[in-house]
């Protein structure tokens, strides 16, 4: 089997795996598709934790993995799980590491408010970096086959940073995220494009209206 990555705008990733469809900080998501199994949600800033389009994907068997600030706006819910970095969890095969996300330089994102995550499943590991700088901890990453960094700046990395990310964690992939919407362009990712297929042997898929198969 193939997984499918898709890239809904800004940090928002749909992944197909193994039957199940896991989503990454949903956004702006207005039909109601009720095709989640997983959603995953890295931190409670309505760009990534948007209560409307998680009832929109929700099923009545939907798991929820996020933070605890997060978990806070789903009180109730049934299925959810928080996480903090370091946490392991495994459902229906698929195992899902929080790892640590956050801003070195800027106040938005405080150490431990926010996490990515890791998705192990069909023999693949992909890294959604959450609303984080260039830090430390990505050092400590290993064996990722795509990497989906944020290149908008003011929030996150930059251009600059997001590829000097590349370069730590030396992905097979990586997919350019959190642009295009509320920061970042076009032209930012085509610049990482330029500048990651310059100077690393990552190849780099800008997913704007297309989908991702590995």
């Given at each position: 089997?193939?997984?499918?990555?898709?890239?809904?705008?800004?940090?928002?990733?749909?992944?197909?795996?193994?039957?199940?469809?896991?989503?990454?900080?949903?956004?702006?998501?207005?039909?109601?598709?009720?095709?989640?199994?997983?959603?995953?949600?890295?931190?409670?800033?309505?760009?990534?934790?948007?209560?409307?389009?998680?009832?929109?994907?929700?099923?009545?068997?939907?798991?929820?993995?996020?933070?605890?600030?997060?978990?806070?706006?789903?009180?109730?819910?049934?299925?959810?799980?928080?996480?903090?970095?370091?946490?392991?969890?495994?459902?229906?095969?698929?195992?899902?590491?929080?790892?640590?996300?956050?801003?070195?330089?800027?106040?938005?994102?405080?150490?431990?408010?926010?996490?990515?995550?890791?998705?192990?499943?069909?023999?693949?590991?992909?890294?959604?970096?959450?609303?984080?700088?260039?830090?430390?901890?990505?050092e400590d990453l290993q064996?990722?086959?795509?990497?989906?960094?944020?290149?908008?700046?003011?929030?996150?990395?930059?251009?600059?940073?997001?590829?000097?990310?590349?370069?730590?964690?030396?992905?097979?992939?990586?997919?350019?995220?959190?642009?295009?919407?509320?920061?970042?362009?076009?032209?930012?990712?085509?610049?990482?494009?330029?500048?990651?297929?310059?100077?690393?042997?990552?190849?780099?898929?800008?997913?704007?209206?297309?989908?991702?198969?590995?």
């Amino acid at each position: 089997m193939q997984m499918k990555i898709s890239w809904l705008g800004h940090a928002s990733i749909r992944i197909e795996t193994m039957g199940r469809v896991i989503y990454i900080d949903p956004y702006q998501i207005e039909d109601k598709r009720e095709d989640a199994d997983i959603i995953l949600i890295t931190h409670e800033h309505y760009d990534h934790c948007d209560i409307k389009s998680v009832k929109n994907i929700r099923k009545h068997d939907t798991t929820i993995l996020t933070t605890k600030n997060a978990g806070d706006k789903f009180s109730g819910t049934r299925n959810m799980g928080i996480m903090r970095p370091g946490d392991v969890t495994e459902i229906d095969g698929i195992r899902i590491i929080a790892t640590h996300s956050y801003n070195i330089n800027k106040k938005f994102h405080p150490k431990g408010s926010g996490i990515g995550f890791i998705i192990e499943s069909e023999g693949k590991r992909i890294y959604h970096a959450g609303d984080s700088d260039l830090i430390p901890e990505m050092e400590d990453l290993q064996d990722i086959d795509v990497a989906l960094l944020p290149i908008g700046g003011t929030y996150t990395m930059n251009v600059d940073d997001a590829v000097n990310a590349v370069k730590v964690i030396n992905p097979r992939i990586a997919v350019p995220i959190h642009y295009g919407s509320i920061v970042g362009s076009r032209s930012d990712a085509d610049k990482f494009l330029k500048r990651v297929t310059e100077e690393t042997e990552t190849r780099v898929e800008i997913l704007e209206n297309r989908d991702m198969e590995i």
